[in-house]
């Protein structure tokens, strides 16, 4: 089973928690009415794989700090100490979660040129994570997030990236 991600731009995290607490931490792209402006992304968690674009668009090895981001859902307390079986009720154990990404992702994400996307992501595809992707597959969803990032970007909001199991 993989990692449901949608990525989705929004003015401020507590729009989101409003959002999030109406949805009982659906994702917002499918609030109704539609909230966010946003992209659906399975399986590209902020940290490795759209660290990875990152690393592709900037030409760097990929680090762990690429993507920095906040956890802004749950909006409990995080839980203190190791995870017990007690604790499989707890949303920081079941999600979902949802990070506020620190603006340098969406501005490097905004800034790629168009004339660029093809040999960024024939970089991103030889990610490991990626292992069997093609760069005419993973294409379209680079170039949703780029006019996202920008879309955000010029809004003056933040990226953030919803995620369930």
Known sequence: MGVLTDYFRAADSASVVRVLEQTDGGSPLFAEPAVFDGVEAKGVDPSVVLAQLIAAIRQVEWR??????TTVWPSSPAPVGPISSADEDDPWVT??????LHPPARDTLAGVRDGEVPAIVARWVRAEELRGA?????QPLAEELILLARRAQDAGELLYCWMSL
């Open 64 to 69: 762990a700090d690429l993507v920095k981001e």
């Open 95 to 100: 999600g979902p979660w949802v990070s506020e």
């Open 134 to 138: 093609r760069v005419e597959d993973m």
